[in-house]
Structures are given as C-alpha cells and as structure tokens.
C-alpha cells in the first residue's frame, strides 16, 4: 500500500515560492520512484500572510503544521514589511510557529562539498573536508527573554531591553540532542558562550558540563563565543559538533555557513521532544532576486532531504535527492551565488529540471 505523509508547504516571501515549486517537483518525483504519496498543503507565513490576514502567524498556519507530518518552511522577510511594529513583522511570525510548535532543537550542517570549494572565499586548504553541525537552542534565550520591550525611563528619554535567559532545563534537553548527534558523528562537541561576562552562560556551561557525565564517549571543550567566531573563520576543520544558544547560534550558523562558499546549499532541520519538525533552508528571502529565475533552489531541495532522513524517517528517499544535487553539480551546472568559471549558469527553473533529469 503507498504511504502517504502530509506535508505543510511555507513558501513565505521572496524567491520563497521559486524554491518551493522546485523542492515540491522533486519530492513528487522522488515519492513516484518510492510509491510514497506526498500529500501538500500550502500555508501562509511571514509577509506573506501579513499582506493577506494582516497577522505574520495566522492561526490556521499553526495548526495546519501542528497536524502535519512535517513542515517545509522556505523564508520570510522583506523590505516592504520591516517599518511595521514588531507584532506584526514576519519575522515575528516565524519566532512565533517555532515557539508554537516547540522546536527547540535546531540543527544547521556546514558541509562543504568538493565541487564548491572553489566558490568559498576561504584558502582550499582551511576549508577542505569542513563538516560542522550546529545544534542551536530556538525557544529560548534573548530571543524570547522577559522583560523586553522599549520603555520610558524617569527622564523620558527611552531605554530598549530584552532578557537572555535560560533555565536549566532549557539547557539541559538542548545539550542532550546535541550530545546524541555528536555521538553519532565526530565524538567531539564545542559548546560556545560568553561565561567570562554573562551569568546566564555560566549557568549554561555548568548544566552542559553536567549533561556530559552521560556522554564520556564524546569529548566536550568550551569557547567563549568571540573566540568561536575566530576559530571558525581561521581553523574550521576543528570543529565537529557546535551547541550553543539561540543568539549566538543564530551568528555562528552564518558564518559556518558561509565557510562552504555559499549560505544557498545549506539546510536545516529544527525539532522538537514530540511532533512534526520544520525544514527550511539557512538562507533568507532574498528580495533582491525574487521573481528573477536566478534563486539558488538546492538548500530548499536538500531542506526536503533533511526533511525525509529525519522527520518522516524515509533514508532512502533522502539519499536519492543528496546524490541527484551532488550529481548535478558535478555536471558543471551552477546557479550565480555558487558559479566559478568554466560552469554552467542555470536559473531556479532550470535548476529544478536538471534536477528531475537526474533523478
Ligand atoms: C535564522 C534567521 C531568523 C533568526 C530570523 C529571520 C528571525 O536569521 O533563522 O537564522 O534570527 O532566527
Ligand atoms: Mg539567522
């Protein structure tokens, strides 16, 4: 009998539903091969959904994806909605459906692939056979951090405030689900924060030292995280397993990212204890090319991947879109964000059809 797995589609803004179409094809192919039946429901988030319900996070959108079997976000966000109050931002919106939908587990790979070496503004030799994974907390921290807020001081002159806070709990389940993928992988975890100033993170090195007593298979080190953002521009192949909290998982998962030459390839996958997870790609919306048929679709593609392997526990279906991308990038095509000479430049479409060719 062919399975069949419902799926929430968050095309969002920008090239978001340039990306989406393609990552949609290539699931639909894959499941023909597979006998498994997807079975899309296309929800609103970010810009997208302020402009048709006035609300970032419509109700309807929360729990379409609470009752899916996964979530394949694209991005949101964009010029034309930032003057807006911060409740109804797009970004709101998707702090919102992560809190929503207790994702507090985010995992962001920075694997770099031998075809792209080349597209990374590093040295070859600093950034070859870099495979990095950052477990970065999303529920907590500065981000959602009480107070916050921007208030009147007796002067009245005004006074902006958020809270970086954490629970030992918080901390706790964050470092488990990043011990067990560092098990799993290198054997080896860094977790990063700024102990030397921040109370909070003091907090946090203590409960992540104490989780490690369950892992003594994993080597755990600590970096404050100025000096984490240095070593991961200056000697990135140190580096197997990241944990770190929201803020500074937020900057440090650019910057690895980046090391692979392009944020377009990469993926991520944010879970919860239970539930369906969210898969999205690491990059934004990029207004700036929306529309244009020149948006890099392969994160979106190997979001879907993670989207297989982890959420809906199909390995073969995701090992099928893995080596469709790697084949086709060995075939020379190449969107503009990762094109070097001698390739071929392709567009979203064409991209999505070499892909389809390949698979
Ligand atoms: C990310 C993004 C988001 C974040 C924004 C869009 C709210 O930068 O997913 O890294 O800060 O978490
Ligand atoms: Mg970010």
């Given at each position: 009998m062919t399975q069949t797995y419902r799926i929430t589609l968050l095309?969002?803004?920008?090239?978001?539903?340039?990306?989406?179409?393609?990552?949609?094809?290539?699931?639909?192919a894959v499941g023909s091969q597979l006998d498994l039946q997807f079975e899309f429901?296309?929800?609103?988030?970010?810009?997208?959904a302020i402009d048709a319900t006035?609300?970032?996070?419509?109700?309807?959108?929360?729990?379409?994806?609470?009752?899916?079997?996964a979530v394949l976000l694209a991005a949101i966000g964009g010029q034309k909605w930032?003057?807006?109050?911060?409740?109804?931002?797009?970004?709101?919106g998707l702090l919102g459906l992560r809190a929503g939908m207790e994702l507090f587990a985010n995992l962001r790979p920075a694997t770099i692939l031998p075809q792209l070496i080349g597209a990374s503004t590093l040295k070859r030799e600093v950034v070859e056979g870099v495979d990095i994974m950052v477990v970065r907390e999303l529920t907590?921290?500065?981000?959602?951090?009480?107070?916050?807020?921007?208030?009147?001081?007796?002067?009245?002159?005004?006074?902006?405030?958020?809270?970086?806070?954490?629970?030992e709990a918080e901390v706790d389940r964050i470092a488990r689900v990043a011990f067990e993928i560092a098990r799993k992988r290198g054997k080896k975890i860094c977790s990063v924060d700024k102990a030397n100033v921040l109370e909070v993170s003091q907090l946090w090195r203590d409960r992540v030292i104490a989780v490690s007593a369950d892992y003594s298979d994993v080597e755990l080190s600590h970096l404050y995280v100025d000096n984490a953002a240095m070593q991961l521009v200056r000697a990135p192949k140190q580096f197997d397993t990241i944990v770190t909290g929201n803020l500074f998982g937020?900057?440090?998962?650019?910057?690895?990212?980046?090391?692979?030459?392009?944020?377009?390839?990469?993926?991520?996958?944010?879970?919860?204890?239970?539930?369906?997870?969210?898969?999205?790609?690491?990059?934004?919306?990029?207004?700036?090319?929306?529309?244009?048929?020149?948006?890099?679709?392969?994160?979106?593609?190997?979001?879907?991947?993670?989207?297989?392997?982890y959420g809906l526990n199909l390995p073969e279906a995701a090992d099928r879109i893995e080596k469709a991308v790697t084949a086709v990038l060995d075939s020379g095509y190449r969107t503009g964000d990762i094109m070097s000479e001698g390739m071929t430049l392709v567009g979203c479409k064409k991209m999505g059809e070499v892909l389809l060719d390949t698979l």
């Open positions: 095309p969002g803004d920008g090239i978001g539903p340039e990306i989406t179409a393609v990552a949609k094809d290539v699931l639909n429901s296309e929800a609103l988030l970010g810009g997208a006035g609300n970032p996070l419509p109700h309807e959108t929360l729990e379409k994806c609470k009752n899916s079997d930032d003057n807006l109050p911060r409740e109804q931002r797009p970004e709101t907590g921290g500065i981000y959602f951090g009480k107070p916050k807020g921007v208030f009147p001081t007796e002067t009245g002159e005004k006074r902006g405030v958020n809270t970086m806070a954490y629970t937020d900057i440090l998962s650019d910057a690895a990212a980046m090391l692979t030459g392009s944020i377009g390839m990469l993926p991520s996958a944010s879970l919860g204890a239970e539930g369906p997870g969210l898969y999205e790609p690491v990059h934004g919306s990029a207004p700036d090319i929306a529309g244009q048929d020149k948006a890099n679709p392969l994160a979106q593609v190997l979001s879907a991947a993670m989207m297989l392997r």
